[in-house]
């Protein structure tokens, strides 16, 4: 089969990570297009002898081609029913469902539609094109998940126009695709959350971190819990039912406080073991970290680009230092990263730097990462972007 896609080749000795599988071309490795193309145009990738490698997509920027089929196939509407139905096959695989009601549907690489992010509560999908190919394959897609979820769909909300490139020639605004909805709540492992998906980080929620707030649960019994950038208080909750006898939760920003105290009080009435603050969290780390068992640290992205990671790490390790300066022996600290240019080997040298520079004795107790619902290909380590570790301070 040949379509009559532009034709982009590659340099000489320049296909071989396109035979590896890996999704991503970048600009010096191409020799030149057979004709002009636009961003967001498909386009086939043949190596300098002419040979077909790959089906993909255009972009502006060091990236310049987004890989969709390593077969030579048509990209139609059957085409994206069919990912999006091994996307959710791969979900059902692991039972999600019957656990949550909240998970990511599509992970842009990991599920073969580079740059597109699907996140899925209660029947209602929050849509999130980081490309322009992303954004304009729209109409494809929601037609595609009408087809795959059926009745479970209730509705769409396109919120793409803080994540797509800030080049982009594109006139977006976030809005309604299908349905409408003021408020959604979805439950995770039986504790409800409001989603803030409108005016919310993210999709409106930290989709992947249910099993690292799951694992906080078990070592909050009796406990002080500080859960430092709380966002909408989800370790919060799930400490407050693992039985700790305090929890405060603090961010700077006001409206995530309010958040959270709305998802603590959809789960549990006239709560006193929960108290919330709108403070720095390298300020209140400082100050108050001594009064507290058990400490959540998980920031927004310090980096997003390689460019400040060397600022980043001096962040992480800044952070860290401050809660095992002072947090009491034998204290809990839960640590994250979720820069995907910070490797695990950067985080695990930040924290060897942090606990050097404290003078405690620290202990890795558990390494974690990303769900399953965020998979990770192994033709493609740049997704495995989140970082873990729970350590013991003695």
């Excluded at 961003?39 to 086939?44: F, N």
């Excluded at 793409?160 to 408020?183: C, F, M, R």
């Excluded at 405060?248 to 073991?273: P, Q």
Aim: aromatic share 10%; hydrophobic share 40%.
């Amino acid at each position: 089969m040949t379509n009559n896609y532009p034709i982009i080749k590659l340099k000489k000795g320049k296909g071989r990570s396109v035979t590896l599988r890996h999704p991503w071309i970048f600009s010096g490795a191409i020799n030149g297009a057979s004709e002009p193309t636009q961003e967001g145009d498909i386009v086939r990738v043949e190596n300098s002898n002419g040979i077909f490698l790959a089906l993909g997509y255009t972009q502006i920027g060091s990236i310049s081609v987004r890989l969709l089929a390593f077969e030579d196939v048509v990209i139609d509407f059957e085409f994206w029913k069919q990912r999006i139905a091994d996307a959710y096959e791969r979900r059902s695989l692991a039972n999600l469902e019957k656990e949550s009601q909240i998970f990511r549907l599509v992970f842009g690489e990991s599920d073969n539609i580079p740059g597109l992010i699907l996140d899925y509560y209660n029947g209602y999908v929050v849509y999130q094109a980081h490309t322009v190919f992303a954004y304009l394959i729209q109409d494809e897609i929601v037609r595609a998940l009408k087809s795959v979820l059926g009745e479970k769909l209730k509705g769409i909300y396109d919120k793409s126009a803080e994540t797509l490139p800030k080049n982009a020639d594109l006139e977006t605004e976030n809005q309604w695709l299908l349905g409408n909805a003021e408020q959604i709540t979805a439950s995770e492992n039986d504790l409800k959350f409001y989603i803030d998906f409108q005016k919310g980080q993210k999709t409106g929620f930290f989709v992947d971190q249910r099993k690292n707030r799951a694992l906080l649960e078990e070592y909050s019994k009796d406990k002080r819990v500080l859960n430092i950038c709380c966002y909408s208080g989800g370790f919060s909750v799930y400490a407050l039912r693992g039985g700790a006898k305090k929890v405060v939760s603090v961010d700077a920003s006001e409206r995530a406080i309010k958040l959270t105290e709305k998802n603590v009080a959809l789960n549990f009435n006239n709560e006193s073991r929960h108290q919330s603050e709108v403070a720095d969290a390298f300020d209140y780390v400082e100050d108050k970290a001594q009064d507290f068992d058990v400490i959540i640290l998980d920031p927004p992205a310090f980096a997003k680009h390689k460019k400040v990671l060397d600022n980043a790490l001096k962040g992480y390790r800044r952070l860290n230092r401050l809660a095992m300066e002072r947090i009491p022996k034998d204290g809990i600290i839960f640590t994250f990263s979720c820069s995907q240019v910070v490797s695990r080997e950067d985080f695990r040298r930040v924290i060897f730097q942090a606990a050097t520079e404290a003078g405690r004795e620290v202990t890795i107790l558990e390494q974690l990462s990303q769900p399953q619902d965020h998979p990770v290909s192994v033709y493609h380590p740049e997704s495995e972007y989140l970082k873990g570790l729970v350590l013991q301070v003695r």
